[in-house]
C-alpha cells in the first residue's frame, strides 16, 4: 500500500498525553528527555498540566510536537516493514513540523527549538494584535471567502485561514471582524459557527511579527532534504528541496492552510493508506469528508499502534 503519515496540530493537546507512551516504552521516554532538556518540565506538562498552561500556545506548540515525535518513534518500531511503503508525509499547520522531523529534514533538537520559536512569537503577535478564529459549517470556499472580501472592503480585518474539508473553512482576524464574519456566514446559508478558544488569527497577516521572529530562528538552524516529500500547506505541493522547505514554513504563518488540496495532491501521489499521528485524531474525520475512497487510522497510544490495520 503507498501510504502518508499525517500529523495533526494545535487543538489535539490534552493533559495526559503520551504519559503511557513514556512509561511503556523506551524509545518514547528518551524522546520526552530529550525535550526537557531543552524545555525543562515539558514532559511533566504534558503528563500532569495544568490544563490552563499547556493550553497557552507558547506551551501547546512544543507539547504536541513532543508528543507526535514520541509517537512516530513507537510506530516507526512496532512497523519498522511499513516504512518502505510511505510515500509522503504532511502536517496540520503546526503538525507539518513533526511531519518534516519524521521524514529527517528537521533533527528533533532543532525542531523542537524552532516550534518553541514560532509559539512564543505568535503568542506575542497575539497580545500585539489580539485575534481569533471561527470554524464556519456549511458553506464552500467560495462563499467563505466572499464573507471574508465584503467584510475587508469596509475596513475590518477577517481571512479564510483552514480550508480543511468541503464545507468547514476556518476564518482568523480582529475579535470585531469575526463577529461581522459570523453574522455574514449565516445570512449567507452557514449551518453553524463555531469561535475557537484562542486568541491568535493564526495564518494571516496579523501573524507578519511572528513570522519576522520566526526566521530569525529557522535561518540559524539546518533544513535538508527529507526521505519522502511533505505536502505543505501554504500550497498543498509536495517539497524536497531545503530551500523551498524553508520558504513553506515561513509563509504558513501568515498564508491559509489549504488542508483539501494537500489530500487531493497525496491522492495523486498514489496514496490509498493515510496514517494520523497526534494525540488525539482531528485529521481523520477531514480526510473522510475529502474523499472517502481513502483509508485512513490514527494513531495515539500504544494500542492504536498495535491495532493498525494494512489492507
Known sequence: MSTAILFTGQGSQFVGMGSELAASNDSARSVYLEADHILPGLSELCFQGPEELLNETSHTQPAVYATEMALWQVFRERWSEKLSDIVCMAG????????????????????????????????????????????????????????????????????????????????????????????????????????????VACHTPLMEEAGEKLAITLNAISVTAPWVPVVANVDAEPLSAPALIRSALLRQLTSPVRWSDSVVTMKQLGVTNLVEIGPKPVLTGLVQRIDRSLHIQSVSDMATVGALTWE
Open 92 to 199: 496540520h499547520s503546526l503538525g507539518e513540523y513533526s511531519a518534516l522531523t519524521a521524514a529527517g529534514s528537521l533533527t528533533f533538537t532543532d525542531g523542537l527549538t524552532v516550534v518553541v520559536a514560532r509559539g512564543q512569537a505568535m503568542r506575542d503577535a497575539g497580545a500585539h494584535a489580539p485575534g481569533g478564529m471561527l470554524v464556519v459549517l456549511g458553506l464552500d470556499d467560495a462563499a467563505a471567502e466572499a464573507v471574508t472580501e465584503d467584510i475587508r472592503a469596509g475596513g475590518a480585518r477577517v481571512w479564510a485561514a483552514n480550508y480543511n474539508s468541503p464545507g468547514q473553512v476556518v476564518l482568523a482576524g480582529t475579535r470585531e471582524a469575526l463577529e461581522l464574519a459570523q453574522k455574514a456566514a449565516l445570512a449567507r446559508g452557514a449551518k453553524r459557527c463555531v469561535p475557537l478558544a484562542v486568541s
